[in-house]
């Protein structure tokens, strides 16, 4: 069976930063090839590029992950009739959620307290993270109006309505569900498998995470008497790095998971056009936010290849399994990894025999990066991801 599979690869350099810490506030890290690389986590990474696609596409397109979703669901119901109390609303909305869901929503212990003090009591909330889209939780408020004006929770007891519930949570599916999936431990019934799966981004060579000793001056000393040392002092970890980051989506499971799309008025292609445009833009501009304030490392990816193969995604981390050490003569990274990424998947590639009919682009920034011209057609972003788009579009259409 021909398969549609979209890879990112891509070279990022990174100065001095703690884009994604552990317990201890220390840069991750991870051993590779038997040296010490620095590592962003995969999840920080997906939280980036979700939180990329509120610029790209528009909010009925997106889901919401909370605890907090009674809360959220009853807001849409008040909207739809207003004539609800907010204590009412909140039971609606819990009674709709485990309908659909099968997890049980109470007012979390931590607050069960306040909510006897409070007027209005507390909204209730889930055991754990729920991810539901848009139209699922605008589906569920209109089963839960119609049950106001039906019996209350009764309603939810006639089999058709539970039924019709869970339904409504298991279609129409937001793009970023569609993508990263959904996990919902009581109702695994429910649950979606993630059409994108991203790896840890890791250094391509040696690192040492090292640590910035800063003081803060207290603005408002002005007797003579006043303590003349710094009014705050800390350190922070820190590192610095050429990342290769690698992502790959199952367009067909993604196809799949978003049904016959979000829109009435279009074909079922374009759902997954835009969905794999987003991914592809996001994923690549994204950058995740820790220290960001402190050291500014906004960057982009000096290196990029996207390849849509037809059988199964191959990450290419391998290529810098010997860590890239500095040239005296060139300096820095970059360019011996761009180098080793070409010369690694040209040899993968022959070797298995695999290569044959697969589009490939690439995205290059500086002399360092010239080696990628040679793997496909060199493209400026706008337009890489539209070429990617539209060769998604003519391969859904063969399918």
Wanted: net charge negative; hydrophobic share 40%; proline share 4%.
């Amino acid at each position: 069976m021909i398969r549609t599979i979209l890879e990112v690869h891509a070279l990022q350099t990174v100065p001095p930063s703690c884009l994604n810490r552990d317990d201890t506030g220390t840069p991750k890290t991870a051993t590779y090839g038997g040296v010490r690389r620095a590592r962003v986590s995969s999840q920080a990474w997906k939280r980036a590029t979700r939180r990329g696609f509120h610029d790209l596409l528009d909010p009925s397109e997106l889901g919401v992950r909370t605890r907090r979703v009674a809360e959220l669901l009853a807001e849409r119901i008040r909207k739809l009739d207003g004539s609800i109390e907010q204590a009412d609303a909140w039971s609606l909305a819990a009674e709709a959620i485990q309908t659909a869901t099968g997890s049980k929503i109470d007012v979390p212990k931590r607050r069960e307290q306040a909510a006897r003090n409070e007027n209005g009591g507390a909204a209730p909330e889930s055991k754990y993270l729920m991810f539901l889209s848009a139209h699922q939780l605008d589906g569920l408020a209109e089963i839960a109006v119609k049950a106001h004006g039906s019996g209350g929770k009764d309603y939810f007891k006639d089999k058709a309505v539970k039924d019709q519930a869970k339904r409504i949570a298991n279609t129409r599916h937001s793009v970023d569900i569609a993508l990263f999936g959904r996990m919902i431990a009581d109702g695994a019934d429910i649950n979606v498998d993630a059409a994108a799966q991203v790896a840890h981004a890791i250094s391509v060579h040696r690192v040492d995470n090292e640590s910035d000793y800063y003081t803060a001056v207290d603005d408002y000393k002005e007797r003579e008497d006043d303590d003349l040392g710094a009014g705050m002092i800390g350190t922070v970890e820190f590192n610095s790095a050429t990342l290769y980051r690698y992502a790959a989506v199952d367009v067909d499971l993604l196809r799949r998971n978003l049904g016959a799309g979000l829109r009435d008025d279009e074909p079922i292609t374009e759902p997954v056009r835009r969905a794999v445009e987003a991914f592809v833009q996001c994923f690549l501009t994204s950058l995740p936010t820790g220290k960001i304030n402190t050291f500014g490392n906004h960057t982009l990816p000096d290196a990029v290849v996207v390849k849509l193969r037809d059988s199964r995604p191959i990450n290419l981390v391998a290529a810098f399994e010997e860590p890239c050490k500095t040239d005296p003569d060139v300096g820095g990274h970059m360019r011996q990894a761009a180098d080793a990424l070409v010369s690694y998947l040209t040899d993968v590639e022959s070797t298995y025999g695999i290569a044959d009919g697969d589009s490939t682009w690439v995205l290059q920034v500086g002399r360092n990066t010239e080696a990628l011209t040679q793997l496909g057609t060199s493209l400026p972003m706008p337009d890489l991801v539209a070429a990617v788009g539209a060769e998604v579009v003519r391969r859904q259409d063969q399918a």
